[in-house]
């Protein structure tokens, strides 16, 4: 028998090769299937890495953009509050030429941006100034910033120029587009590129009193764009709705000559797109991959400006944003395979060696088997290490076939017991966690109460000590006002005036936030009764006000989102027989549920450009009062103007599990766990109304006791 085991194991080692072991077949295996993984991986890193640089560049397109709209915006509403102004001297009589000529005058120093201001009446219908026919008071900056006011008669081709003609047609303030002219009302004469803002304005009997039009000089357009886009590359461009240049850094004398757009380089395509974008699409701005009549590769951001349908650009070479992202990409990705390569030889390498080692006992085992079988010797004739050790489940199989009936019925039944299992084991975490938050927040706030209330009850101290502390100051200054030099150096140094004032606020201060913390502490202290195993009467809106200050950080405005407001209707409610902790977790889910629907709705109405104000109104009334056979149940009505929840969903609400939120935000047993809270351990109800893009009304109802008698209550 000895004999036959050697001679066995002999020939499995010589047919057994190493490339055709399983220590290569895994490490290839592996290996492949890695590099597989990581090249993937690396290619969706550098996508998202691609996609973080075009927000870069939307993002600084945007910051310019808002600024050109914050100057324009504040052009325009000076203009207006010239018109206004004139508007208010015609009314009170006014029909002097002097008095317009010197608010002319006088508003164009207050306006920075405006180089020209100035209106005509119609000569027809001359109502401000009825001695002129063609009257045009103006005002003009000449280069040294001296502002210049004139009156008399004007040319009667002014009002033939469009910046009279087209705010008349349109009824309403226009910008005109950009013009070159010869300015020949500044000595010397200069050649200018400007645009207006013109707008005409009326009597209260809706009459037209004349066209008031602004100046404004596109030299600061190229002051403000002359700064590189992202990472020190790149240029911005101003373009007027009709493809003229206003601003291009990179060639400022193109734009003082307003050439087109479309005419530079191969750009005639690349503004019909964007054109194209802006006229079919919701969005004002996108960006656009594009190749210049050099083969350059460039991407092209764009922004319309609202005021007055100009489009920004920001021009940036595409190895700006691909090149750092593609070098940083590719060697990370050599580096990472290499040294999983390296890593991985090693681990195959010891595996293989310790599988060896442990299987060596039971492949001497079935080497024994085979001898009595042809199929084993067979088996045995494979040149791996897993060939040899076939044989030994060759030999179990019997064995697990009859084992497998036998689990497949135990499976069945392990089945619907664990299903049992898993939902009382997350509610029972569920339950467990916050329970542990109400310990915590009880603990926490416990601990700062300590220290708070010392230091709030020892400030009136300190602010009495303080005061004596002045006066015997004051007294002393009385007594001996020739004070030694120095006591009066380090009066000086000290600033004892400001001290004494300053000191004062700040004893302030620090008694207004020690009593704000004070609250704050209650309020976590009320919301913290998680813990409480008994009912006791416990005031309903306390338990509110607390979850909403706990919320409160939801409620708040964002840069991109205003705040949500709270509205409250508390009724007068008597003490209410309860587990005040557990109540309060149905106020949190149902209140954190409604800032989600919210937050949801503003986001929607944020990509429409709709107006939306996100309220939630909690209300709260006694229902039956009268000590009658219906007992006395308090409802809590939490409401709001959200989304809505889609009819589809309405009827599993309250099922375990059930959520329409992504992985990981919700686990769908917030409002099962409400509904066990209201209706099992409180014997109340809780139900609730919703209309898709309306909103959703929660109703919480539970009787004022639960043990009590009514004659305890009222």
Not at 336 to 354: M, P, Q, Y
Not at 541 to 547: K, P, Q
Request: net charge neutral; hydrophobic share 40%; glycine share 6%.
């Amino acid at each position: 028998m000895q004999d036959t085991t050697q001679k066995l194991n002999s020939r499995r080692q010589q047919k057994t090769s190493i490339a055709k072991s399983v220590g290569s077949r895994l490490f290839l295996s592996v290996l492949g299937g890695s590099l597989v993984g990581l090249g993937c991986a690396s290619y969706l890193f550098y996508q998202e890495l691609v996609k973080q640089a075009r927000a870069e560049l939307t993002a600084s397109l945007e910051v310019n953009a808002q600024n050109l709209e914050g100057s324009f915006n504040s052009f325009e509403n000076s203009t207006k509050l010239v018109a206004a102004s004139a508007t208010t001297l015609y009314e009170a009589g006014e029909r002097r030429e002097q008095v317009y000529v010197n608010l002319i005058g006088r508003s164009l120093k207050t306006i920075p941006l405006g180089t020209g201001l100035g209106f005509g009446q119609p000569p027809q219908k001359r109502l401000i100034i009825p001695q002129r026919k063609y009257a045009y008071p103006f005002a003009i900056r000449e280069n040294d910033g001296k502002v210049i006011a004139k009156g008399g008669e004007s040319s009667p081709d002014d009002y033939k120029a469009s910046y009279f003609i087209e705010p008349i047609k349109a009824g309403k303030p226009i910008w005109l587009e950009p013009i070159s002219y010869l300015e020949t009302t500044v000595e010397p004469p200069q050649q200018t590129v400007s645009t207006s803002y013109s707008l005409p304005f009326y009597n209260n009997k809706k009459e037209l009193l004349g066209v008031l039009a602004q100046d404004l000089e596109l030299g600061f357009l190229s002051v403000k764009l002359s700064h590189p886009v992202m990472r020190d590359k790149g240029y911005f461009a101003l373009v007027s709705s009709k493809g003229n240049l206003i601003a291009y850094p990179p060639n400022p004398e193109l734009a003082l000559e307003l050439k087109p757009f479309p005419e530079i380089n191969n750009y005639s395509q690349l503004w019909q797109r964007i054109q194209k974008n802006i006229q079919t699409g919701k969005k004002n701005s996108g960006i656009i991959s594009w190749q210049d009549a050099g083969g350059k590769r460039e991407y092209w951001a764009y922004r319309r400006i609202a005021n007055n349908n100009w489009i920004l650009l920001a021009s940036v070479p595409q190895w700006v944003i691909v090149g750092p992202l593609l070098q940083f990409t590719v060697g990370g990705t050599l580096l990472a395979a290499l040294g999983a390569s390296i890593v991985l030889a090693i681990v195959v390498f010891l595996f293989v060696k310790r599988l060896n080692q442990r299987l060596q006992p039971i492949m001497d085992e079935c080497n024994l088997l085979a001898e009595a079988s042809p199929k084993s010797e067979e088996l045995m004739s494979r040149e791996d290490e897993i060939g040899q050790l076939t044989i030994s489940f060759y030999n179990l199989l019997g064995q697990v076939t009859v084992n497998e009936k036998r689990l497949r019925k135990e499976m069945e039944k392990s089945a619907k017991a664990y299903q049992a299992l898993k939902q009382a084991q997350a509610q029972l975490i569920q339950t467990e966690k916050m329970s542990g938050l109400g310990q915590l927040v009880a603990g926490i706030a416990h601990e700062i109460n300590n220290p708070i209330n010392f230091i709030y009850g020892n400030l009136p101290h300190a602010s009495t000590y303080t005061q004596d502390l002045i006066r015997l100051i004051k007294l002393y200054q009385q007594k001996y006002p020739h004070s030694d030099p120095e006591l009066l150096e380090l009066t000086e140094e000290i600033e004892l005036d400001f001290l004494i004032a300053d000191l004062q606020k700040m004893l302030a201060s620090m008694s207004i936030g020690a009593n704000r913390i004070r609250e704050i502490v209650l309020s976590l202290r009320n919301f913290s009764r998680f813990d409480e195993a008994e009912m006791k009467d416990v005031n309903i809106h306390e338990g509110i006000d607390s979850t909403l200050l706990i919320l409160q950080n939801r409620f708040k405005a964002t840069p991109t989102h205003s705040g949500i407001e709270v509205v409250k209707d508390y009724g007068n409610l008597p003490l209410v027989e309860c587990y005040a902790g557990q109540l309060n977790q149905v106020f949190m889910n149902i209140i954190s549920n409604a800032i989600d629907a919210l937050e949801k709705a503003r986001c929607k109405a944020a990509e429409e450009e709709e107006s939306f104000t996100p309220t939630i109104t909690i209300r709260t009334e006694l229902k039956n009062p009268d000590s009658g056979a219906n007992q006395p149940r308090v409802v809590i009505t939490i409401k709001d103007n959200g989304c809505g929840i889609p009819p589809e969903n309405q009827s599993k609400l309250f099922d375990p599990f059930f959520t329409t939120k992504p992985v990981g935000k919700g686990t769908g047993l917030g409002l099962s766990i409400c509904y066990q809270i209201v209706v099992e351990r409180h014997k109340g109800e809780l139900s609730y109304v919703s209309e898709v893009g309306t909103g959703t009304e929660f109703f919480i109802e539970i009787p004022v006791y639960q043990t009590k008698p009514i004659s305890k209550i009222f």
